[in-house]
């Protein structure tokens, strides 16, 4: 298993702690993102955890066009600029364009490249050119051996700065489920895996929204810790009932320490 660099962090490898990828789905302010990022950094803190923040500054594959996108790049930036320098930590965002990865590298230290863009070879390769940190979410129409191609493009470019993420797979209409062998699978491409225990709780395009249900995200969380993954994506709110992404899947501010503590537990155990 290869160590990979993210900011200060060292993450993979042998022996290491899990580490925690966590925040809103979307950036709705600035004093909203601040606050839950200082919770999360305390609380990691406090388990030993290696923390990178995630908040997204642009929601582009919104099941309805009117729904709630975000405050676009320049104010997103800002606001994960400042959770950077506020809390010394890094920070993880989507991109959805080529346009985006050089103005997104020079604050976030993890390009994430969205599931349903997960086989774009343009965006991927824009996104590892730019030598930052880039997190491929495997798409929910994917197999996990195919996440090679993917991982090819990123090494092509010069960039062996990778982490792989499952999020669930489709299950027919409107339903997602997770195949635990895909974590080992992708695992065996040598680079840190990442379970994203909230995205792979949706319900997509449940009229005209993406429902799920947050109940299921310990059981997953759980599981996928068990089988052996390296790191824990985990989106978040002080209120999931008023987000204005992904409501039903947020896990509560209140109860992520709770979770992460049997994460951590359990990941010792499975080491």
């Not at 994430?112 to 930052?132: K, S, V």
């Not at 195949?179 to 005209?208: C, K, N, W």
């Not at 790191?231 to 896990?251: C, I, M, R, W, Y």
């Amino acid at each position: 298993m290869k160590t990979i660099r993210v900011g200060k962090l060292k993450l993979g490898g042998t022996g290491a702690p899990l580490f925690v990828i966590a925040g809103p789905c979307v950036i709705e302010n600035e004093t909203l993102t601040l606050r839950t990022a200082e919770t999360l950094v305390g609380i990691c803190t406090d388990l030993g955890l290696p923390f990178i923040f995630k908040a997204s500054f642009d929601k582009a594959n919104r099941t309805a066009g009117d729904s709630f996108r975000g405050p676009g790049l320049k104010r997103g930036l800002t606001t994960l600029a400042k959770v950077k320098r506020t809390f010394d930590v890094p920070v993880l965002t989507d991109v959805h364009d080529i346009a985006q990865c050089r103005p997104v590298a020079e604050v976030c230290d993890v390009l994430q490249i969205p599931a349903f863009l997960c086989r774009q070879t343009d965006l991927i390769q824009a996104a590892a050119r730019t030598q930052r940190c880039v997190n491929i979410k495997k798409g929910q129409f994917l197999a996990p051996t195919d996440a090679q191609h993917a991982v090819a493009k990123v090494e092509a470019a010069g960039n062996h700065n990778i982490m792989l993420t499952e999020r669930g797979t489709t299950f027919g209409y409107g339903n997602l489920v997770v195949d635990m062998r895909a974590l080992a699978i992708m695992r065996e491409l040598g680079y840190p895996v990442v379970f994203d225990a909230t995205h792979s709780v949706q319900m997509p395009g449940a009229g005209g929204y993406t429902g799920g249900d947050r109940r299921m995200v310990p059981v997953l969380a759980r599981a996928a810790i068990a089988a052996g993954c390296d790191g824990v994506f985990l989106e978040t709110h002080p209120n999931p009932a008023k987000a204005k992404s992904d409501a039903a899947n947020q896990v509560p501010l209140s109860q992520v320490r709770n979770l992460l503590t049997k994460l951590r537990d359990i990941h010792v155990v499975a080491a």
